[in-house]
Each structure stands twice: as structure tokens, then as C-alpha cells.
């Protein structure tokens, strides 16, 4: 049984850094490729940062580009997603993503200004 566990969440200040971990149990983590999204309050699901399942290609995508991190231990079966200059408008919750097909319960982020 597949099963993703986000942690790290909370509340921080602009500016800010802030590290999400996603434990995963039941998947060989380079089977599939992995990633972050998060959704906002009134707002659709999006995504964050996203690895393939070799490793070969992660990239981030939107406002987190230079900002967002991505990395993962297949062996530990752990991604992490790094948070760096953290602003108000990545408040949302967070959820870890396995092969575009299994989620995690989130975690919430809320960054005040």
C-alpha cells in the first residue's frame, strides 16, 4: 500500500526559509517521478517542483524557480522540498505526489507579511 507522509509545515514571516519532508512507504522511489504542489485557498492544485524518476531531471516551476528546491533519498525514500525567500502568496497547503497517481494528506504553510 502506497502511503506519503508530508511534514514540516507551520507558520513563518516573509523572508523566511522553511523544509517540507514527504516519507514514502509501499513505492520504490525510482519507479516514478515525484513531486510537490500545493493548493491555495480558492485556488486550484499547482505544481511546485517535480523530479523524474531517475533523478536526471528536477526542475521548479512558476514563482518557486530559484527560490524552491527539490531533492530526494531513494534509499531513505524521503523527497524533501527546500523553501527559501518565502512569501505571503505561498501560503497553501502542501502535498507530496507519487507518479502523478498517489497524494499525501498535505501540510499547511502560511507565510505572514
Known amino acids: 500500500q502506497v502511503q506519503l507522509v508530508e511534514s514540516g509545515g507551520g507558520v513563518v514571516h516573509t523572508g523566511d526559509s522553511l523544509s517540507l519532508s514527504c516519507a514514502a512507504s509501499?513505492?520504490?522511489?525510482?519507479?516514478?517521478?515525484i513531486g510537490w504542489f500545493r493548493q491555495a485557498p480558492g485556488k486550484e492544485r499547482e505544481a511546485v517542483a517535480c523530479?523524474?524518476?531517475?533523478?536526471?531531471?528536477?526542475y521548479s516551476v512558476g514563482s518557486a524557480k530559484g527560490r524552491f528546491t527539490l531533492s530526494r533519498d531513494n534509499y531513505k525514500k524521503t523527497v524533501v522540498l527546500q523553501m527559501n525567500d518565502l512569501k505571503p502568496e505561498d501560503t497553501a497547503v502542501y502535498y507530496c505526489?507519487?507518479?502523478?497517481?498517489?497524494w499525501g494528506q498535505g501540510t499547511q504553510v502560511t507565510v505572514s507579511s
Open positions: 509501499g513505492v520504490f522511489l525510482d519507479e516514478y517521478a
Open positions: 523530479t523524474s524518476s531517475d533523478g536526471g531531471s528536477t
Open positions: 505526489n507519487y507518479g502523478y497517481q498517489y
